[in-house]
C-alpha cells in the first residue's frame, strides 16, 4: 500500500502541489486537531470494523482529479481507506504514522525522529 511521510506531505502542501488531505477519523478527533486544509469523512469506526459501505457511499466527496492522501489516528484504518480508493480508481496513498506522525513531525519531536528515519531504511 503506498504511503508518504509527514515530511514528504508538508513539503507538498507548502509548494502547491498539496493533494487531497482525506482524514477518516471521528469528527471529534478532527475537531481538536487536523492538518489545515483537510477534508473530515469520518467513516474511522465502520473502516476499524471492517465495513466500508459508509466510505463507498461518500465517494463523490472525493476528487477523482487529485491524489489523495488518507488520514487516521496511527495510519492502519487509513490503510483500509486508501485500498478502497485504489481500488476505486483513486491515486491514494496512506499517511505514514497518522496524524501521530503528522503531530511528532509538526513538534520535530524524538520519536518522529527515529520512526521517519526507520521509514527511510525500508
Keep these: 500500500m503506498p504511503s508518504i511521510r509527514p515530511d514528504e506531505l508538508a513539503a507538498r502542501l507548502d509548494d502547491g502541489d498539496g493533494p487531497f488531505v482525506l482524514d477518516v477519523?471521528?469528527?471529534s478527533n478532527y475537531r481538536r486537531g487536523a492538518i489545515d486544509g483537510s477534508r473530515n469523512v469520518p467513516v474511522y469506526d465502520?473502516?476499524?470494523s471492517g465495513d466500508d459501505a459508509s466510505l463507498r457511499r461518500r465517494l463523490d466527496e472525493i476528487p477523482r482529479d487529485?491524489?489523495?492522501v488518507v488520514v487516521c489516528k496511527m495510519g492502519v484504518v487509513a490503510k483500509r481507506a486508501t485500498?478502497?480508493?485504489?481500488e476505486e480508481g483513486y491515486d491514494a496513498?496512506?499517511?505514514?504514522g497518522g496524524m501521530s506522525g503528522w503531530n511528532g513531525y509538526q513538534r520535530g519531536?524524538?520519536?518522529?525522529?527515529l520512526r521517519?528515519?526507520?521509514w527511510r531504511l525500508f
Aim: aromatic fraction near 8%.
Design 25 to 27: 477519523r471521528p469528527e
Design 46 to 48: 465502520d473502516l476499524r
Design 66 to 68: 487529485r491524489d489523495v
Design 83 to 86: 485500498g478502497l480508493l485504489r
Design 93 to 96: 496513498a496512506t499517511l505514514a
Design 109 to 113: 519531536s524524538l520519536s518522529y525522529k
Design 116 to 118: 521517519s528515519f526507520v
